[in-house]
């Protein structure tokens, strides 16, 4: 995964050394278009297996390892056209958002279909599976905080469910 250092000088110092001391749960900040900005050690074992995107929506709809790695690939498509429509929803203006929604819907047939018909509810907790070649099929469970409402930033952590366990 490409340096998110300069990403990173945009999130609050003390949020990601709160973040960076979760040494067992994987932590994720993300902006309205839902790139990358931050992500702690676990979430980079995790996420960097399979992607060098920093931008979540993307990896979803363009890049095949996400179908593979995430195991309810259909579910996780329609949350993040969901979140990207709240995030036009708050900034219709946003110059980087509509750039990213012109490229997906460009590319994608599905970004396309979904985008077309989807509703702005997103999940700000619930359950994502991973399928990993050495990990096996692993069930987090994840909530979503808001950040700072100007900036629109948001805080995904995730816990394993039931006996998985992240721990090196």
């Known amino acids: 995964m490409r340096t998110l250092n300069l990403l990173e000088a945009s999130v609050q110092p003390e949020l990601l050394q709160l973040m960076h001391s979760w040494r067992y749960y994987p932590a994720v900040i993300v902006d309205p278009q839902l790139e990358v900005l931050a992500l702690n050690l676990t979430a980079q074992r995790l996420y960097g297996r399979v992607a060098d995107e920093t931008n979540l929506a993307r990896f979803v709809f363009g890049n095949q390892a996400a179908r593979d790695f995430l195991a309810d ?96």
């Open 73 to 168: 690939w259909p579910k996780v498509a329609r949350d993040v056209v969901a979140g990207l429509r709240v995030a036009a929803g708050n900034d219709p203006r946003n110059p980087a958002l509509r750039v990213l929604v012109a490229e997906l819907t460009a590319s994608s047939t599905e970004f396309r279909s979904l985008w077309s018909h989807s509703k702005a509810e997103p999940s700000s907790a619930g359950v994502l599976r991973l399928r990993d070649a050495e990990l096996g099929l692993m069930s987090l469970n994840f909530q979503v905080f808001g950040i700072d409402d100007r900036t629109g930033q948001q805080l995904v952590v995730f816990q394993p469910a039931g006996t998985a366990d992240l721990r090196p």
